[in-house]
């Protein structure tokens, strides 16, 4: 398919005079070369023009930090806690998988970022090569175990709903709920540590970090490797979104100066964070509670601090249901704002039916469908008073992300939970496994292979076009690929006593998860390959494929 991905937004002081031919306004200062591009495009139906939001619509460094901040701290980094103390029945190693989280988090970072500010390139009139930022994605929602599935499923799509008609609307407004939001969520867990740290129990905390027990295993430990690689894909599930920036990077106020900087500076906060707030547990929460299964330790932990000055075990549960709900609801305003931006990209390349429609950007906000008409008719109007949005890409996010909900919360019942302990479906629990292995681990680990070929084969040319220093890129890509071939390998080796996975109710099998990830892996290549031929059928018959 063929598109234009030069910013094309006219500002007002650089519109034509009344009078002047009609036609595109293309920012002043383009090479000719653009120019020229631009124009054969807006008349080809096959061509596919973007806009770029101008520099005061841009992602600023706070709006970008917010934007990993709503990411990151999801429903995962509460919920993730249990599985990870009770699969492996040891303080110390648990602590170890959440620093094994951070390893990943911080060396992932270092090849994103180097991906991001690299490729694509674009050859300049004296024919030196640059890098041309581009944009380029775990629906977790809080369920209480005392509502019946009816009201799960309504609560997670009207949720669902209002995010993408928020984005389809209004750019501005999504991105200021995503600012407020996550300043919201760092708050939350900062004030964490703080009745953490004033709640510390002495006993507690000198019992479990025992240099000579905090190793030392129990009846329940693991004999195989299983139950350590689920622990390892839930500590990557919280992890997961250090990358959130790459998908937005074409949306970013100057992207080789901001990008980088503060990226690194809030996946290194975030990180800090989810380290303090795990030591906390171990040090209020003992361990015959840690290890329990299917154990709320979010819920233990604010019984154990605001329960101190609450005299209503009620106002408590509803304060942690609360985090959890804030956590999940800036969770998904982030995936979709991301996501739909990463299925218009797919769309750009014309591998799905009806691409020309889902690769385009369409005025669908509120201010242009409701007030537009009664605006004054000036020159500027059409850039002052609308914002383009990928509806239509928002739109195959709303029934993908349905389709998922319903999967999750109908597909295989629901587990019966108290007070102390988390409700979920397997359902929903096969599906955060093949999600994470699938479209997390694997595509890490095809990043860290492809990276470390081009840091340490001997013919690549990649240092000489990276921003980031060669030794560091290296070190990043053999750390990262490391840590994601782990868990890659070792949840298929069966563990002779674990048959099946956690929170599923004893109704997933132990390989279900990885199997539908590779599963619907395999599927993708298969419609690529028939793609490829229905395309060269198409070439050869002078017709042009899924473009309409």
């Known amino acids: ?61 706070y709006s970008v930090s917010c934007l990993l901040f709503n990411r990151m701290i999801g429903s995962g980094i509460f919920n993730s806690s ?31 970022i180097d991906l991001g500010l690299t490729v694509p390139r674009y050859e300049l009139p004296d024919g030196t ?31 669902n709903t209002f995010c993408c008609l928020l984005h389809s609307m209004s750019r501005k407004w999504g991105i200021r ?30 019992a479990n970090f025992d240099s000579s027990t905090s ?24 992890f997961g979104g250090f990358h959130q920036a790459n998908y937005v990077l074409a949306e970013i106020k100057e992207p080789r100066k901001n990008f980088a900087r503060v990226s690194a500076y809030t996946v290194a906060t975030i990180c800090a964070l989810f380290m303090t707030i795990h030591i906390l547990y171990a040090a209020i929460i003992p361990k015959d509670i840690l290890f329990q299964p299917d154990r709320d330790i979010a819920l233990e932990f604010f019984n154990r601090t605001i329960g101190k000055i609450s005299s209503s075990p009620s106002q408590v549960q509803a304060a942690c249901g609360a985090l959890r709900a804030v956590s999940a609801i800036g969770n998904v305003i982030v995936f979709t704002f991301t996501a739909a931006r ?39 109007a059409h850039h002052l008073h609308t914002e383009k949005a990928p509806v ?25 939970a108290t007070e102390e302990t988390i409700g979920h479906t397997p359902g929903s629990s096969i599906l955060l496994m093949a999600y994470a292995y699938g479209f997390v681990i694997f595509w890490f680990a095809v990043i860290g292979f492809g990276m470390m070929y081009l840091r340490l084969w001997p013919g690549s040319k990649w240092r000489t076009k990276s921003r980031v ?12 690929t490391a840590a994601v071939a782990t868990p890659l390998v070792t949840i298929w080796v069966r563990d002779p006593v674990q048959k099946f996975i956690v929170r599923s109710s004893d109704k997933v099998q132990w390989f279900a998860g990885q199997t539908m990830a590779v599963a619907v892996l395999g599927a993708a290549v298969l419609y690529w390959v028939g793609f490829r031929f229905y395309l060269w059928q198409r070439e050869a018959s002078g017709g042009r494929g899924f473009l309409g």
């Not at 063929?2 to 002081?13: C, F, K, L």
């Not at 306004?25 to 770029?52: F, K, M, Q």
């Not at 760092?186 to 703080?194: A, F, K, Q, R, Y």
């Open 469 to 480: 220093p060669h030794l560091l890129g290296a070190v990043a890509a053999v750390v990262f």
């Open 342 to 380: 990463v299925k218009q990209e797919i769309a750009k390349e014309g591998v799905l039916p009806g691409s020309l429609y889902l690769a385009a950007s369409y005025d669908f906000s509120f201010r242009h469908r409701f007030f537009f008409s009664r605006l004054p008719d000036h020159a500027g």
């Open 177 to 206: 709920l995503n600012n407020f939001l996550g300043s919201v969520k760092v708050l939350m867990l900062v004030v964490m540590i703080i009745f953490g740290l004033r709640w510390l129990d002495r006993s507690v905390s000198d």
């Open 215 to 238: 190793f030392s295993g129990t009846p329940a430990t693991p004999k195989g490797v299983f139950r350590y690689g689920e622990a390892l894909i839930y500590v990557i599930f919280p």
């Open 392 to 416: 239509a890409a928002l739109g195959l996010h709303w029934v993908v992300t349905t389709i998922f909900i319903l999967g999750a919360v109908l597909g295989t019942g629901k587990e019966k």
């Open 82 to 112: 249990a599985v990870v103390f009770y699969n492996t029945q040891s303080i110390g190693m648990s602590m170890l998988l959440w620093l094994y989280g951070v390893v990943l988090a911080l060396s992932g970072l270092v090849l994103y």
């Open 1 to 61: 398919m063929n598109q234009q991905a030069v910013a094309t937004g006219a500002e007002p002081a650089h519109i034509p005079p009344a009078g002047a031919e009609d036609g595109p306004r293309w920012r002043r200062g383009l090479d000719p070369r653009d120019v020229a591009r631009l124009n054969e495009a807006s008349g080809d139906p096959s061509a596919i023009v973007e806009e770029v939001p101008v520099e005061e619509d841009s992602l600023g460094a």
């Open 129 to 159: 090569k640059i890098s041309t930022p581009r944009s380029g994605g775990e629906l977790p929602y809080r369920r209480e175990p005392t509502q019946p599935q009816g009201k799960i499923v309504g609560i997670a799509i009207g949720a």
